[in-house]
T-cell receptor, first 112, second 109 residues
């Protein structure tokens, strides 16, 4: 069982470049989330989606965009990367309204 | 604003018991969750409390007092593999998880 996968595992990106982080789940969860995790700050929600076709902004959405064309995929795009976006990015999924979330392995992004 | 507080780091001895505390102030409450995160890995779900009291699951127990905005995670018979960060999170009135910064637990032999 794959669960939830993310790609790439890690990436070094030049400032100003764009990048899409991929996330796919096979658990048929309606809700999906993107978090960033920085040392000492814990997990912060970037964007979320409660069902295919809808998305919402989390705590730190600026500089990021998402789409939810179908149930399984929830890509996160950085249009023009900045060094402050250096972080570990986790994708997660759950049943809508549930706090039991399942996480992907994460993408470690460094913006130089 | 919404706030979840937990100690940054704790140290305990293999075979002992440790209690990790979490206090919260959130807009609404739909449950409190504990997650475990080993270094370099993703968080994984440990426990869930929505009513006051103690929930026991093997060596791990979690307690909740809604009136005090307080929870703790109790780990018994500590093993070296329990070395990890433990994240406290509250499901708020919008059914979004609000996360604490995590407690890094160091187990010494």
């Amino acid at each position: 069982t794959a669960g939830i996968t993310q790609a790439p595992t890690s990436q070094i990106l030049a400032a100003g470049r764009s990048m899409t982080l991929r996330c796919t789940q096979d658990m048929r969860h309606n809700a999906m989330y993107w978090y960033r995790q920085d040392l000492g700050l814990g997990l912060r929600l970037i964007h979320y989606s409660n069902t295919a076709g809808t998305t919402g902004k989390g705590e730190v959405p600026d500089g990021y965009s998402v789409s939810r064309a179908n149930t399984d995929d929830f890509p996160l795009t950085l249009a023009s990367a900045v060094p402050s976006q250096t972080s570990v990015y986790f994708c997660a999924s759950s049943d809508v309204g549930s706090g039991e979330q399942f996480f992907g392995p994460g993408t470690r992004l460094t913006v130089l | 604003g919404q706030n979840i507080d937990q100690p940054t780091e704790m140290t305990a001895t293999e075979g002992a018991i440790v209690q990790i505390n979490c206090t919260y102030q959130t807009s609404g409450f739909n449950g409190l969750f504990w997650y475990q995160q080993h270094a370099g890995e993703a968080p994984t779900f440990l426990s869930y409390n929505v009513l006051d009291g103690l929930e026991e699951k093997g060596r791990f127990s979690s307690f909740l007092s809604r009136s005090k905005g307080y929870s703790y995670l109790l780990l018994k018979e500590l093993q070296m593999k329990d070395s990890a960060s433990y994240l406290c999170a509250v499901l708020d009135s919008n059914y979004q998880l609000i996360w604490g910064a995590g407690t890094k637990l160091i187990i010494k032999p």
